[in-house]
């Protein structure tokens, strides 16, 4: 489709326009900064804005492009990054009054890549405080407003980003998503957000929430968008030594796509509307040749509690470093145990305690082999159960949430029915398989999102059917 | 599982997280009920493992980094400096890790 530069807003319309001379990197950047003072009063997507720095950039790559020497497709395009993901020299809150004043030391790898591919780093997104949340609204700053309907939440933990690209501001942001962090929030504005597999991208530089499960991915509005911004970010990094080397090459081959539809996944909880506009794009694959089965997904029902184990051990270990000590801040007080104490207590909002004290419960002596163990063995149970699923079919589909984007405060005071939220995306994690959330139809002008899943490392045939659902409701 | 409020103050003493006496409790009950939840993974019968072949998928650490320092770039190393929230020229201030001895109390 053929836009003019003034309408672009996916990254292959803006390199297009860039390409042919029709706009330039300062042209666009300064249309993304612009976009931001006018909107972000009232949405709050973004936590810093780099005006300075992204029209240097800018700059920059208008003059490689002049000389011939652009880096390729995301080169001089202006992308948001999520807040706890450390960009050097600038501040890195994640959402928590503990780092308001914290100041990265260097770049995370995704960062330099991104800088090495010629993105314009604009600026860091809110998010629920350090990721711990589906609202953003656990943010230490305030919430961002879902720029659908700012009388709901934009999802979260990346609410700040999907909110980012969902008003215009940007065309494209880095989330994380330990639990649906990522897929969540684009469900619930209506863009498209992906989970790499377990080990595809690294870590390094991102502030850890539950390190077994943690990914960084794309947030775009289109599924080429999101997969161009996939395949800078993937590769093996020695800085995380969970990263492996599988080298990525998209899949535009024609074939017939093989649906698994979990059984598990389509009983009570679910808004009849959000499974009806979920079905709907699933049987006009259908229509278009797609095979579509029922499949039995056998403990994926326990994929949320063995999350809502492991994630709060997890996240008592690696909170353990914000003690006031060598970087944050101290409150002093009259011994260091009651420094540390009153530092976290000033530093770390409800939430993020409310999860050290579950997982320093669900690790300690008498309850270890109960919590710890049990979840660790069901998870290898779950991750058996995609294993053997994926045999037979190619992705598994589900809604990404139960309801489209919830109202804000509705679940403030009850965590339990805030984590029910991640009874679809949660699996994903546990398993370490690569998923994405596409836009599927509405509910009362509410974006519905439909989750797809694949196999370890498919990632390319993930983003082939995901383009599929995006053709078949286009 | 039920948690009393004593646990969850105990709890947070241990995590060295202070709580008001209203968030303990309610801590104490929100704690509780996802506990509640997260029981249900007792019922899963975790014997089935010992009859499929466990964790053949990947992704698994790539071996150990090995342990040896590598240098630091000044600029970061000042960085780092600057983000203590105490230090004394090029050394991180913090209280002392013994306490002083409490005054005795009378009986």
Not at chain 1, 413 to 435: C, E, H, K, R
Request: hydrophobic fraction near 40%.
């Amino acid at each position: 489709m053929k836009t003019t530069s003034e309408h672009a807003r996916t990254i292959g319309e803006l390199s297009g326009a860039l390409a042919s001379g029709e706009t330039s990197s300062s042209e666009i950047v300064e249309r993304s900064l612009a976009a931001i003072r006018e909107k972000d009063a009232d949405i709050h997507a973004f936590l810093s804005v780099f005006d300075d720095d992204a029209r240097t950039e800018a700059a920059h790559a208008d003059t490689r492009r002049s000389k011939r020497m652009g880096r390729g497709p995301l080169d001089g395009i202006p992308v948001a990054v999520k807040d706890n993901i450390l960009v050097r020299g600038n501040a890195c809150t994640a959402g928590s009054r503990m780092l308001g004043d914290y100041i990265a030391v260097e770049d995370a790898t995704v960062v330099k890549k991104l800088r090495d591919a010629g993105a314009i780093l604009v600026g860091k997104t809110n998010l629920d405080e350090f990721a711990m949340g589906s609202s953003t609204e656990s943010s230490a700053f305030g919430p961002t407003k879902n720029p659908v309907d700012p009388t709901r939440v934009p999802g979260g933990s990346s609410g700040g980003s999907a909110a980012a690209v969902a008003s215009g501001m940007v065309p494209a942001a880095l989330g994380s998503d330990t639990g649906g962090s990522i897929r969540q929030p684009a469900s619930f504005c209506g863009i498209v957000g992906m989970k790499p597999t377990y080990g595809r991208v690294s870590r390094y530089g991102l502030l850890a929430m539950a390190s077994s499960l943690d990914q960084i991915g794309p947030m775009a509005t289109t599924v080429d968008d999101a997969e161009l911004l996939f395949s800078v970010l993937c590769g093996p990094d020695p800085k995380d030594q969970t990263t492996v080397a599988h080298p990525y090459e998209p899949d535009h081959a024609e074939r017939r796509l093989r649906i698994g539809i979990p059984k598990q996944a389509w009983g009570e909880g679910i808004d009849g509307a959000v499974r009806d506009a979920v079905m709907g794009t699933v049987r006009r694959l259908e229509e278009r040749g797609a095979a579509v089965r029922e499949i039995d997904l056998p403990w994926s029902d326990e994929a949320l509690a063995v999350y809502y184990v492991l994630m709060p051990c997890e996240v008592s270990a690696n909170m353990s470093r914000y003690d006031g000590m060598r970087y944050g801040i101290r409150v002093a007080a009259d011994s260091l145990k009651e420094t540390v104490a009153s530092s976290r207590r000033q530093g770390l909002g409800a939430e993020v305690r409310r999860r050290i004290l579950l997982g320093t419960f669900a690790l300690s002596h008498g309850y270890f082999d109960a919590y710890y163990l049990q979840a660790k063995k069901v998870q290898t149970l779950i991750r058996t159960g995609y294993e053997q699923a994926f045999r037979d079919v190619d992705v598994v589909i589900t809604p990404t949430t139960p309801t489209v984007a919830f109202t804000a405060g509705e679940f403030s005071q009850d965590p339990l029915q805030m984590y029910l939220q991640d009874v679809f995306t949660v699996s994903a994690n546990v398993a370490g398989i690569p998923a994405i959330s596409v836009p599927s139809g509405a509910k009362d002008g509410l974006p519905v999102g439909l989750q797809l899943m694949g196999p370890w490392f498919k990632e390319a045939s993930l983003f082939a059917a995901a383009r599929m659902c995006e053709d078949v409701n286009a | 599982m039920k948690l009393s409020t004593e646990d969850v103050l105990h709890l947070a003493d241990l995590s060295r997280v202070e709580l008001t006496a209203s968030e303990a409790e309610a801590f104490r009950d929100e704690c509780s009920s996802i506990l509640d939840y997260v029981d249900r993974l007792g019922n899963v019968d975790a014997a089935e493992l010992r009859s499929m072949k466990s964790e053949s998928r990947p992704p698994h650490a790539d071996g150990w980094r090995s342990d040896v320092p590598t240098p630091c770039p000044k600029d970061a190393r000042d960085a780092i400096l600057a983000a203590f929230p105490d230090r004394s020229g090029e050394y991180l201030k913090t209280p002392a890790v013994f306490e002083r001895p409490k005054k005795e109390k009378r009986a």
